[in-house]
């Protein structure tokens, strides 16, 4: 839109490996960094505090992080 760039799927598209593939593409695109996280598993950064959000009904590890489930981790970077 204007100078930028639009991608619009126009279907309902269930395949995990497309979506995977179609976000790697656009974030190199951009240069715009990603960490991949387990399913149901959300980073999100506001300045220096990185949240960490378990949206599964099950624990997981990330990243030497114990989340019970629908759990939220919040740090502070250094």
């Not at 790697?24 to 960094?33: C, G, Q, Y």
């Not at 949206?55 to 019970?68: D, R, W």
Request: hydrophobic share 40%; net charge negative; charged share 25%.
């Amino acid at each position: 839109i204007g100078d930028g760039k639009l991608i619009h799927i126009a279907t309902a598209v269930e395949d995990k490996d497309f979506w995977l593939e179609l976000a790697a593409r656009v974030l190199d695109e951009r240069n715009i960094p990603a960490i991949a996280t387990p399913d149901g598993v959300e980073i999100i950064q506001r300045g220096d505090t990185i949240f960490i959000l378990n949206h599964n009904s099950y624990p997981v590890n990330f990243n030497n992080v114990e989340l019970k489930p629908y759990d939220v981790s919040i740090t502070t970077r250094n």
